[in-house]
């Protein structure tokens, strides 16, 4: 029986522990010579965070570069296999990783987006100029009909991005009749005689998009009485009811926080509370900067900068959240992150502004961090979207006209597809700090390991990534409150190159492998370097 905690201090432990890590050293494929301290990862069953709202692993496809045209888009006329013009190769790729929402059109196309131009006859929609992405021609192809068929082919909600901007409560008000009404109006008729009789039924809607900067050069203040208005017209809310999205701060502007919140219950304007209109309140955060090499080419230290920034996200939410209990101290609104990942330079020789970058080991790394913290935070967020689906920021997929090639995070969400919908159980982890040197200058540490872990009905699913750049790692993991457990089984994503990246040339190069030979009480595992490590148990309790 495991069901007791095995203390360090129990002979009984020191020994089961040497055996688990000879079972492990003895079954591990390949195993990385270990040199570093045993690190512990300790479960605890009898302690549920609460359940990971599958939303936590949304996407966001804008008007962006080839993210929508070639990427998602490619025509029903294209000689690329096709279902109404969404590819059939991309749709049937996102469907493994399980895309519970996706965000559209924005991002900064969302503000500047009427949802009129992408409606009826595609030969009649009108050209217009994408102000933020190049200057160049949106011919509008790809609207409300599109993207919804897009989210139903790849079986995800659809997120809709309002524009408050350059729009009206009214444009958002005639948007949300067209797409949920079942009566006799003209909004739905109109949807009707464009091909879709039953109302769309969208749940997610954002009520603009980063209004301090693209979405309106906004303060605080400015944008939560446009909030308050916006809201009083989200009429036709689907039987589920809205989910409506505040636009929240970029990374750490916590006045941004303060501002809307202190005006949304009142305080500001001595107006009524009406924070019940808002369900979740939308930080972004991005990862990158010259500071962190390219996105193929950096140092050690570099590796280890941008992992660390990657991570600074935690504490920068927690205060957010720590602000936002102040005006709303039951917390009915939750935090939602629908911009994150890294934003490096652009592939050299493509758009600027098309934002097209590769994606490698490092950003795999990110993405596993980023994942177990919303895992660990999935009482306090509720959505979460990363930047972008295809070809743009950290995608999931890269096209060159009929090729695709999936990314390192791709791998990372299809590992990470058990977690959703679980429950997060609490996991402590005790390891060592990587000294590296920040910037170029600042000391700076990083955790060797770090994890999170949840439960679905008796499979305990435990997500570590070893963050070393040429170490092993060893890790115990120890399992409270559970009176049986068998292994299952050990998925790693690993490359004995930090840089490595899946190329048109070598699509294969970085991509999850089961670790095989498994013993059924396996405790010890020792991680290969800069990896993510997914662990299975079959547990009773
Ligand atoms: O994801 C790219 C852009 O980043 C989005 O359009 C905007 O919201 C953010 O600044």
Request: overall charge negative.
């Amino acid at each position: 029986m495991l069901t007791q905690r095995l203390k360090d201090s129990n002979p009984l432990h020191t020994l089961l522990v040497a055996v688990f890590l000879s079972i492990a050293l003895l079954t591990q494929v390949a195993p990385a010579q270990s040199t570093s301290p045993m690190h512990t990862v300790v479960i605890h069953a009898d302690k549920k965070i609460g359940t990971i709202n599958p939303n936590i692993y949304g996407h966001f496809a804008e008007h962006l570069g080839h993210c929508i045209e070639e990427g998602i888009w490619v025509g029903p006329e294209s000689e690329i296999h096709n279902v109404r013009g969404i590819r059939t190769d991309v749709v049937e790729t996102l469907k493994k990783i399980k895309p519970p929402v996706i965000r559209w059109p924005g991002g900064c196309f969302a503000d500047s987006y009427h949802w009129q131009d992408g409606i009826g006859p595609r030969e009649n929609r009108p050209k217009r100029v994408n102000v933020h992405w190049g200057r160049v021609i949106e011919n509008n192809h790809f609207g409300t009909h599109e993207f919804i068929d897009f989210c139903r082919q790849v079986g995800a909600e659809p997120m809709i991005a309002a524009n408050v901007g350059s729009g009206t409560p009214q444009e958002m008000r005639d948007w949300l009749e067209y797409l949920n009404v079942s009566s006799d109006s003209t909004l739905a008729n109109l949807r009707a005689n464009n091909g879709h009789p039953e109302p769309f039924n969208v749940r997610y809607i954002c009520i603009g998009n980063e209004n301090w900067g693209c979405g309106g050069s906004m303060d605080p203040i400015h944008y939560a009485l446009l909030y308050r208005q916006f809201s009083e017209y989200c009429h036709f809310p689907p039987k589920e009811g809205f989910y409506r999205i505040a636009c929240g701060p970029s990374s750490a502007d916590y006045d941004w926080t303060r501002g809307f919140f202190k005006t949304m219950v009142g305080e500001e304007t001595k107006g009524r509370n009406r924070l019940g209109r808002v369900e979740a309140f939308d930080m972004h955060y991005y990862t990158g900067g010259k500071a962190y090499g390219t996105a193929t080419e950096y140092t050690t230290d570099e590796w280890y900068g941008l992992l660390a920034k990657g991570l600074g996200l935690e504490e920068i939410a927690l205060k957010h959240w720590e602000i936002m209990g102040q005006y709303d101290p039951g917390h009915s609104v939750k935090l939602a992150v629908c911009e994150w990942g890294a934003w490096h330079h652009v592939i050299p020789g493509t758009n600027p502004r098309f934002l097209r970058q590769q994606n490698t080991m490092r950003d795999a790394l990110l993405a596993a961090l980023t994942l177990n913290i919303f895992n660990r935070h999935c009482d306090k967020i509720g959505m979460a979207n990363i930047a972008q689906t295809i070809n743009v920021l950290q995608c999931m997929i890269l096209t060159k006209g009929a090729e695709m090639i999936t990314t390192p995070t791709y791998h990372v969400f299809e590992m990470y597809v058990p977690h959703q919908g679980a429950e997060a159980l609490q996991c402590d982890v005790t390891t060592t700090q990587i000294p590296f040197t920040d910037k170029g200058d600042t000391p700076n540490k990083l955790p060797h390991v770090a994890a999170s872990c949840s439960q679905n009905d008796d499979i305990l699913t435990i997500t570590v990534v070893n963050t070393h750049a040429g170490e092993s790692a060893t890790i115990e993991v120890d399992l409270l409150g559970v009176s049986k457990a068998d292994f299952k089984s050990w998925r790693t994503l690993k490359a004995s190159d930090i840089h490595a990246h899946n190329t048109f040339e070598n699509p294969e190069a970085v991509r999850p492998t089961e670790v095989s030979g498994t013993a059924s009480l396996m405790r010890a595992f020792v991680l290969p370097p800069a990896s993510v490590n997914v662990l299975t148990y079959s547990i009773k309790q």
